[in-house]
């Protein structure tokens, strides 16, 4: 499995912006498609972003679609979450997650990630 570390989550105002990183230790990244994954309290953790291994391909939930963007540097083993004009309603940790080799759900599910890091807290001021 790889070992994922996330970063830069904190609080904003609403319509600003973050960016969250996760850093990647372990066998290869690149051999992992990727996902960041949100939690809000009270709430079952929702898929956010994924990213393909190669990086070209990604895919968004509608909640956030047009205002987060996914990327990766394989080189620096790292993933990536640009996140603007956030709102209250974003508040929640954050995940990154590296899929399995072999996706047996529909894109995004949860239970095809099978590696996880501790999360960060982003809140969202109104």
């Known amino acids: 499995q790889v070992q994922l570390v996330e970063s830069g989550g904190g609080l904003v105002q609403a319509g600003g912006s973050l960016a969250l990183s996760c850093a990647a230790s372990g066998r290869t990244f690149s051999s992992y498609a990727m996902g960041w994954f949100r939690q809000a309290p009270g709430k079952e953790r929702e898929f956010v972003a994924r990213i393909s291994r190669s990086g070209i391909t990604t895919y968004y939930a509608d909640s956030v679609k047009g205002r987060f963007t996914i990327s990766r540097d394989n080189a620096k083993n790292t993933l990536y979450l640009r996140m603007d004009n956030l709102k209250p309603e974003d508040t929640a940790v954050y995940y990154c997650?590296?899929?399995?080799?072999?996706?047996?759900?529909?894109?995004?599910?949860?239970?095809?990630?099978?590696?996880w890091g501790q999360g960060t807290q982003v809140t969202v001021s109104s």
């Open positions: 997650a590296a899929e399995r080799r072999i996706r047996l759900y529909d894109v995004g599910d949860v239970r095809d990630f099978d590696s």
